[in-house]
T-cell receptor
Framework: DQQVKQNSPSLSVQEGRISILNCDYTNSMFDYFLWYKKYPAEGPTFLISISSIKDKNEDGRFTVFLNKSAKHLSLHIVPSQPGDSAVYFCAARDFNKFYFGSGTKLNVKP | GAVVSQHPSWVICKSGTSVKIECRSLDFQATTMFWYRQFPKQSLMLMATSNEGSKATYEQGVEKDKFLINHASLTLSTLTVTSAHPEDSSFYIC??????????FGDGTRLSIL
């Protein structure tokens, strides 16, 4: 049973517009959430994170929102750039164990 | 930033061969290292968690005798796939964790068993 789910396998966005990637989870014990970006043939790269005591964290073009009551996490990228095209994984931590979603492939069109 | 080196990046070998994959944290000491396996279009599935100097903790359904993990130092963990068979073909990724840092991933190893 997957505790972290990314229900959209792919997303296509025009350059300059906002990309919104979504993630849902079931475990209320998760205390830390992360987003990773992955290019083909490379390992995931850490992008941004948020503690469960916060509802928003912003870093440049990337903002992560956490809605604990809905058990929902989202990553906003604005403005989107072609170089953002990659697979994005959300992850959640329960104690020292991390659970990953299945990823969303983002394609930013020039 | 933190760098995790994983080697080799790609292995092709015959059925029955044992394959060792190394994972090194290059500029930090990793208190914990994780080994994941990824099937096409699926999530990273945690196989095992290893702490330096102690036995690895395997996830349910992962064969300990099949996937040997050694965490000899704070910068090196190895995964050995013993007597590999075609069904073991997959993408294996390690990650390393130090206190107060998000885990950092290696670039993965694509294992193909003929």
């Amino acid at each position: 049973d997957q505790q972290v789910k990314q229900n959209s396998p792919s997303l296509s966005v025009q350059e300059g517009r906002i990309s919104i990637l979504n993630c849902d989870y079931t475990n209320s014990m998760f205390d830390y959430f992360l987003w990773y970006k992955k290019y083909p043939a490379e390992g995931p790269t850490f992008l941004i994170s948020i503690s469960s005591i916060k509802d928003k964290n912003e870093d440049g073009r990337f903002t992560v929102f956490l809605n604990k009551s809905a058990k929902h996490l989202s990553l906003h990228i604005v403005p989107s750039q072609p170089g953002d095209s990659a697979v994005y994984f959300c992850a959640a931590r329960d104690f020292n164990k991390f659970y990953f979603g299945s990823g969303t492939k983002l394609n930013v069109k020039p | 930033g933190a760098v995790v080196s994983q080697h080799p990046s790609w292995v092709i070998c015959k059925s029955g061969t044992s394959v060792k994959i190394e994972c090194r944290s290059l500029d930090f000491q990793a208190t914990t290292m994780f080994w994941y396996r990824q099937f096409p279009k699926q999530s990273l599935m945690l196989m095992a968690t290893s702490n330096e100097g102690s036995k690895a903790t395997y996830e349910q359904g992962v064969e300990k005798d099949k996937f040997l993990i050694n965490h000899a130092s704070l910068t090196l963990s190895t995964l050995t796939v013993t007597s590999a068979h075609p069904e073991d073909s997959s993408f294996y990724i390690c990650s390393a964790l130090s206190s107060n840092q998000p885990q950092h991933f290696g670039d993965g190893t694509r294992l193909s068993i003929l």
